[in-house]
């Protein structure tokens, strides 16, 4: 790689230091709502303070809190799960994409059962959702593989992945998901610009199998070889 870099920092040394209690609600805030919500409530602010979630989206997902337990959608559901479902649907509304794995890591719940939760939350409430597009889950994906592989993306490999999931046929794109697109792009990036990223990392923190990586990189490299707007050709 020829672009410079900056030394990195260690995670002590970047490590903030939270005060103790909810991050995006008072205590007084909390005290107003039922039990129901103010554990819902409770289990957003913790996650969203760890994924670094911005206050807009915090509110957006208790609005969807109060309308769900409203509706009725907490009834036969894990609080934990329905609380997830309504920051990750948030954080699409808001355009702020975390791949549905990031959620669940930070809870006790599978990434099946907070799906379900969001199913029923769009459909009971008719969110307005919009589909992640691949390229939007790029910059959180490389920030996380960033702080743990020896060597780093730099500006012009993030450029790369974005305009190979761009100029690459939907055709051939047809059935992959968001989150899977992105990583297999990544990958094929990683490749291009000799980053020492393995699919085995890759998986670790996008949350997609090392099978499904393995069978999609090389039409992102197919895209790259084909490409005018990358100086570069890969030979596979």
Do not use: W
């Not at 602010?45 to 409203?70: F, G, H, M, P, W």
């Not at 730099?154 to 999931?165: L, S, V």
């Not at 047809?174 to 393995?198: E, K, M, Q, R, V």
Request: aromatic share 6%; proline share 6%.
């Amino acid at each position: 790689m020829t672009d410079m870099q900056s030394p990195r920092t260690t995670p002590s040394e970047t490590r903030t230091t939270r005060p103790p209690g909810p991050q995006f609600f008072t205590e007084q805030e909390l005290q107003n709502v039922n039990t129901g919500l103010q554990t819902a409530y409770r289990e957003i602010d913790r996650i969203a303070t760890e994924l670094n979630s911005d206050s807009t989206a915090v509110r957006t997902a208790a609005d969807t809190l109060k309308q769900a337990q409203e509706n009725e959608v907490f009834i036969g559901r894990n609080r934990t799960a329905v609380a997830a479902s309504g920051l990750y649907a948030s954080l699409r509304i808001h355009r702020q994409p975390v791949a549905l794995a990031e959620i669940a890591d930070q809870t006790d719940r599978t990434r099946r059962s907070i799906h379900r939760a969001n199913s029923d939350l769009q459909e009971t409430l008719g969110l307005p959702v919009p589909p992640a597009p691949a390229t939007e889950y790029v910059p959180r994906f490389v920030e996380q593989l960033n702080d743990s592989i020896s060597d780093e993306y730099t500006d012009t490999a993030i450029e790369t992945t974005i305009t190979m999931i761009e100029e690459t046929d939907t055709a051939d794109l047809s059935g992959y998901s968001p989150t899977g697109i992105a990583a297999a792009a990544l990958y094929a990036s990683a490749l291009i610009h000799d980053i020492s990223a393995t699919q085995h990392e890759i998986s670790t923190v996008t949350g997609v199998t090392e099978v499904t990586i393995r069978k999609r990189y090389p039409v992102f490299l197919d895209s790259a070889d084909a490409s005018e707007e990358l100086p570069f050709s890969f030979n596979q």
